[in-house]
């Protein structure tokens, strides 16, 4: 623009001169005004033009002009063409921004100062049943309809953070949120939530697990110490004494089981997963189960007590030539747990069958009983920890309530699972199934 102005100047300027020399003044200022007059209209039209070009939707078309006026043209192109990249990086670096926050395993809500959705992410759509499109601009409260969070939201202050159900939850399982609301902005609100689930579950097992050991403890520690009491107050016989002294080491017995199960249990799951080095024999591996089984299936016989005979019918299928890589003491403990367990809950008479099978994936241990059966509602926790079915039969057979989750955790921990079938009144099976790496046939 100043070399513009410079050059109608000076342009004006040799122009009336040059008419005074050959004239008068009053021409050379007229011939002068001329070239002004000239020179406006040329800026006039310069200056129309490239408001006609500035007014057009997109500016980086080519300039059909040269000069003063196409440099300026230039010089807002390049401005044009650096707020372009400064908008794409900063909507790029949003882009990041909102995938990280869709990636996160927590809910992200955001609301407006009115509590209206302005944003939220997956996994809030998840926790709380909402739809980031339908949803969009409405009142979070009228969505979630949840008496807690209605309370919590009305809230003055939001410092802690308050437990709910989430929209997931149902019959069969339930969904635990923790959900909290932060303020920024100007009015607007942060709703984090997060799936605490596992968390509520791991501390519900905690107590039972406490409970039920405290319980199981206290039983025979309670009986210890009436028979000890009875035997400290009341004189008796030799033959009552040795009858309260078995007893009270049946009840020992039993704790020293429980606690061998509890180390048991402590050490499968604080232990690395067992390698493939060491060579386990099957054969010899299920000749020790059958003579546990044998041992526990017996009874007291004859005048002497001294001849033991098994109550069950036990049918163990020939074991085949094979190797298990793995932890023998684990194995055997997982296999004698389900044979025990089904001693312990056949009727005397009943049949028990163990077998081994091969199958394209690996291989199969099987135990079928004739007992009771268990109802469909107990399989999905047979494995739990003191859980049991019927507790006081429990008790009667002795056993521990911890014998299947030995040996879920085993067999997981050599690559394979438990599998459960039982029907009431016609028995059960457990199966124990291994991968086909930790089979190897046995060298002569």
């Known amino acids: 623009m100043l070399v513009t102005l410079l050059e109608l100047f000076f342009s004006t300027l040799v122009v009336a001169l040059s008419v005074w020399w050959w004239t008068d003044w009053p021409q050379a200022a007229a011939a002068a005004s001329l070239v002004a007059l000239a020179y406006a209209v040329r800026l006039i039209w310069k200056t129309t033009r490239i408001e006609r070009w500035l007014s057009q939707p997109d500016l980086h078309t080519p300039l059909p002009w040269s000069g003063v006026w196409s440099e300026i043209a230039h010089r807002i192109q390049r401005l044009l063409r650096q707020r372009e990249k400064q908008a794409e990086a900063a909507e790029q670096r949003l882009q990041y921004f909102l995938q990280a926050i869709q990636a996160s395993p927590n809910g992200v809500t955001l609301l407006d100062a009115q509590g209206r959705i302005e944003w939220c992410n997956a996994t809030a759509c998840n926790h709380l049943g909402l739809d980031a499109n339908r949803d969009l601009m409405q009142h979070i409260v009228h969505l979630v309809r949840d008496p807690v969070f209605a309370k919590y939201f009305a809230m003055a202050e939001h410092e802690a953070e308050v437990v709910m159900d989430g929209r997931a939850s149902s019959a069969a399982q339930s969904l635990k949120l923790s959900v909290q609301l932060h303020a920024y902005g100007e009015g607007q609100q942060l709703l984090l939530s997060r799936d605490i689930t596992s968390v509520t579950l791991a501390d519900a097992m905690r107590r039972d697990f406490v409970a039920n050991v405290s319980h199981e403890i206290r039983t025979p520690l309670t009986v210890l110490s009436g028979f000890v009491e009875t035997l400290q107050a009341i004189p008796l016989d030799t033959n009552e004494q040795q009858r309260y002294l078995h007893l009270m080491a049946v009840q020992a017995d039993r704790m020293q089981s429980l606690v061998a199960d509890l180390l048991t249990l402590s050490q499968l799951e604080g232990s690395l997963p067992p390698g493939l080095y060491e060579k386990v024999n099957l054969p010899d591996l299920m000749r020790h189960v059958a003579a546990d089984a044998a041992a526990l299936s017996s009874v007291l016989s004859g005048s002497d007590g001294d001849e033991r005979q098994p109550v069950h019918a036990l049918v163990f299928g020939p074991a085949p030539p094979w190797a298990l890589l793995g932890v023998r003491s684990e194995l055997l403990s997982a296999m004698s747990n389900l044979v025990s367990n089904a001693v312990r809950y056949t009727p005397a008479g009943g049949q028990i069958r163990v077998a081994w099978s091969r199958t394209p994936d ?51 921990r050599h690559g394979g699972e438990l599998r459960i079938q039982s029907q009431v009144g016609k028995g059960s099976t457990f199966q124990l199934t291994f991968p086909a790496s930790r089979i190897e046939a046995l060298t002569a």
């Open 362 to 412: 690996g291989a199969t241990f099987s135990v079928t009983d004739t007992g009771p059966g268990i109802a469909a509602e107990h399989l999905p926790r047979l494995s739990e920890r003191f859980y049991r079915v019927d507790r006081s039969r429990s008790r009667e057979t002795g056993g521990t309530g911890l014998g299947l989750a030995i040996a879920k955790h085993v067999v997981q």
